[in-house]
């Protein structure tokens, strides 16, 4: 199981996630059904106050950007708390980030809220100067090939900045003490019926043989969630920063268990031919977090156990 794809192609995992923060009490968000309504025009909104060549790493910009002092920023608002739309602003982890990194660069990153299966297209437009989405860096995604093995462009790079994968939520104060999924082996887990997670959890269920894990499965994860609090089963499974920003909002009846499982990077997306941009954006990215700004936002959203220490450029596989 590849986790943190954030992909509407696999449509188990996404929705999921999506009606997974209903009961944190999180905003009614759009799931993939809606995303058609969407387009590259809609739910713009800039990132950043600074716009000045005194920011450290103005000069490493291309002279379009010097110019300009805007990047064009291509989102999916749907994926709470990565980015979503709140009160008709894009909010989230990937905004406060461009935040920061405005700062250190001198432009505004300016978010326009669009579908996620058109992002790289809008790259390859020329829409869009780069994609904060939630995005997993893959091999294919860096070769432009789509999930079924298509070419659909020339590719694109990633400045790669949090870690994601599976992550076990659990009662607060993990009675059970699980902190991996062999933990689970003689347990009760719940899940979303016909998700990812549930296909991680019949993965385990076999490595288990005798020493048997129970899966209950149900209609919505809000449901399983449920079965977690009640203390009828041990754990539920979900994105890594979904799983945290449940807990969080859970009112202190949730917390995230472990390290992720099968993680792997999410990243900025832009163009191939945009090599001068993307080594400034990784000089930006490791100096908000040499700088501490990077950390306090993942704080913000209780999002720190998928941090990274330093940025790198297509780390994916």
Known sequence: MTAGTRRCTTPPSRLAAVAALAVAGALVL???GDQTKKDDSSGSAPSGSTSTSSAPLFSKLPAKFQQSKVIKVGTDASYAPMEQTQNGKIV???PDIADALSKQLGVRFEFTNGTFDGLITSLYAGRNDIVMSAMSDTKDRQQGVDDKGKKTGHGVDFVDYYMSGSSLLVKKGNP?????MAD???KTVAVQRGTIYEDAFKTQQKACGSKKLTIEAFDTDTEAQTRVK???AVADLNDTPV?????QKSGGAFEVAGSPADAGPFGIAL????TQ????LKEALDAIIADGSYGKVLQKWNASIGAVKSATINGGS
């Open 176 to 180: 059970q003490h699980v902190s991996t």
């Open 277 to 280: 941009l993307r080594d400034a």
């Open 30 to 32: 759009a799931g993939c």
């Open 184 to 186: 689970l082996c003689g």
């Open 230 to 232: 009640a203390g009828g």
């Open 243 to 247: 799983a945290a920003y449940i807990a």
């Open 92 to 94: 989230g982890i990937d």
């Open 271 to 274: 163009d191939k031919s945009n």
